[in-house]
């Protein structure tokens, strides 16, 4: 079943672009990763799936029903975490989390406090004292403690420091095992990698592919290396091949198409060494930006 | 209406309620016990007010009062309060939304599993109940001080009784207009410059209107509408600003509604 079924969304803020024909789906227990650089309208999408905004025009469903017409209902079992934390400044921790409990029909407590040991946060300080790191954490145990199907992520990471960002992509892994569909967005590509299995990108609001995370890293470009006399003439022009550089007798490429070709232009040179690689999500993002 | 906002909202709001309700306490008391010297003097003074030129009697409301008379003191003192009770309102009525957006509390609260409207509801229920403590203040003062200094004067309990229910939709107006101004702009920053415009201005309105005359500007503010001098001088309301005071009233709660259930909640920029 879809969790999440977009479909041609499209939000103008007057006439400044949020985002435009996005369509996209996420099936249950997926972890979708949404990447993109700030301004990409990765924010927007999420606020428009969460019925914060209003699109424009195309429409958005989520456990099958409409965004814009089953909000509160839908909002029942999600949980999320944006990218900046505000709370009532004015409030505890354990106020702010009560609060926030109390909306739902389930009992959190016990999962409130497991979280909250989790994530080494003090229940009785005020929210004003709190650090920004702090506050995310308040983000995090706010946006899982009333256990949702399914996460918004809105690059949950930043402000964390490394060993809570493992806490936190642990406790993230827990979730989607237990049947939990996660919706990550991020501009930190490593991130994306080692939690999502499938990607979309997003680039001025719209999108510019949606791919398995291990096709986009296989059957897409292979990150070529090869150090040998005389490359000049034999690399001139390879179809497939990009951002070609040469260095001290060594040329740099990245390579799509059949791997052969660049094999047989190979043929009766004598290599001193050749890597052939899969690019990192990084390289095949920045390709994308160029 | 959902009984934790409701709650969380009189809670941020007891503190404000309190320091309105001491002052307005305050305000009514003291200047009420100052009554029996003033009475005992009042020959005195209404041939002073006589000396004192008709466009600054108008700007007090002073032009119909008697000085002398317990309602006609009162009526004075009752301006105060109205300014005071105008402030209030309207800052509750332009923070009621607006200061959730502007500190970002907004996202929080709105992606709870509630709709717009079971929101909009249980906060004006909030807003409506904190008012209503504060009416109690001022109603319970009014009569402890009116029963303490009426220096043995008579007075009509049922007029005074008319202009302290007047309050009521006189708050009303300035708390639904204010909601729905501040729906009709993108983001308010601070409360407090609006709140004090439109209470001001509302009240600059009402005091001009009586120095420039036959202008109508002042059919469309709430001093007016519930004119202390006025309605004791004919011991009732007059019927139709009252209904044009609630026809605004009641077409800022529609339209604030219809505006809260389509606004776009924009995230930090």
Not at chain 2, 125 to 141: K, N, P, Q, R
Request: with cysteine.
């Amino acid at each position: 079943m879809s969790i999440i079924e977009v479909n041609q969304l499209t939000k103008y803020y007057g006439k400044s672009r949020g985002i435009v024909d996005v369509s996209f789906t996420e099936e249950e227990g997926e972890i979708f990763g949404f990447i993109g650089p700030n301004g990409a309208g990765k924010s927007t999408t999420i606020r428009l799936l969460l019925s914060l905004i209003h699109p424009t025009s195309g429409s958005a469903k989520i456990f099958g029903k409409d965004v814009t017409t089953h909000g509160p209902e839908i909002r029942r079992d999600i949980g999320y975490l944006p990218s900046e934390v505000f709370y009532y400044e004015g409030m505890r921790v354990i106020d702010l989390l009560k609060y926030s409990a109390s909306f739902f029909e389930k009992d959190c407590t016990q999962r409130m406090h497991d979280l909250s040991e989790l994530m080494e946060l003090e229940l009785n300080r005020r929210i004003s004292d709190l650090s920004y790191g702090n506050k995310k954490k308040v983000g995090i145990v706010q946006g899982l403690l009333h256990s949702p199907k399914l996460l918004f992520l809105d690059e949950p990471t930043s402000g964390l420091d490394p060993l809570m960002q493992r806490k936190f992509f642990d406790l993230i892994r827990e979730e989607n095992r237990r049947g939990v569909t996660v919706f990550f967005s991020s501009h930190i590509l490593s991130e994306v990698q080692r939690l999502c299995t499938r990607v979309a990108i997003i680039r001025e609001g719209r999108i510019v592919e949606i791919s398995n995370i291990r096709t986009l890293q296989q059957n897409n470009y292979k990150k070529i290396s090869i150090t040998a006399e005389g490359l000049g003439e034999l690399f001139q022009q390879i179809p497939g091949a990009s951002n070609m550089q040469f260095e001290n007798g060594t040329v740099n490429f990245f390579f799509k198409g059949d791997i052969n070709t660049v094999l047989q232009r190979l043929n009766g040179v004598r290599v001193s060494d050749v890597t052939i690689e899969e690019p990192t999500l990084e390289e095949i993002f920045m390709h994308y930006y160029e | 209406m959902n009984a934790n906002i409701y709650r969380h909202e009189l809670h941020i709001r007891w503190k404000s309620v309190f320091t309105w309700s001491v002052a307005l306490v305050f305000l009514i008391v003291f200047f009420f016990s100052v009554f029996p010297a003033f009475a005992k003097d009042a020959d005195l003074l209404n041939q002073m007010m006589a000396k004192f030129p008709p466009e600054m009697k108008a700007a007090f409301g002073l032009d119909n009062m008697d000085m002398a008379t317990v309602l006609g003191f009162y009526s004075l003192i009752f301006l105060f309060v109205q300014l005071c009770l105008a402030i209030q309102a309207g800052n509750y009525g332009f923070g009621l939304v607006s200061v959730e957006e502007a500190e970002l509390t907004a996202d929080f609260l709105l992606t709870r599993p509630v709709s717009r409207w079971e929101i909009l509801t249980s906060k004006l229920l909030a807003v409506l109940t904190s008012l209503l403590v504060t009416d109690l203040v001022v109603w319970g003062s009014t009569f402890i001080s009116v029963l303490l200094f009426n220096d043995g004067r008579a007075y009509e309990t049922t007029t005074l009784i008319l202009l302290l229910i007047s309050i009521l939709p006189f708050q009303l107006f300035f708390l639904c207009v204010g909601l729905v101004v501040s729906l009709l702009v993108r983001r308010i920053r601070s409360v407090t410059p609006y709140s004090l415009g439109l209470g001001f201005g509302a009240y600059v309105l009402s005091a001009f209107s009586g120095v420039f005359g036959e202008a109508k500007l002042e059919l469309i503010t709430p001093f007016k509408h519930f004119d202390a001098a006025a309605i004791v001088q004919n011991q009732a309301f007059d019927t139709p600003l009252l209904l044009l005071n609630v026809a605004v009233t009641l077409i800022s709660v529609v339209a604030s509604y219809w505006l809260y259930k389509r606004r776009d909640i924009h995230a930090v920029s």
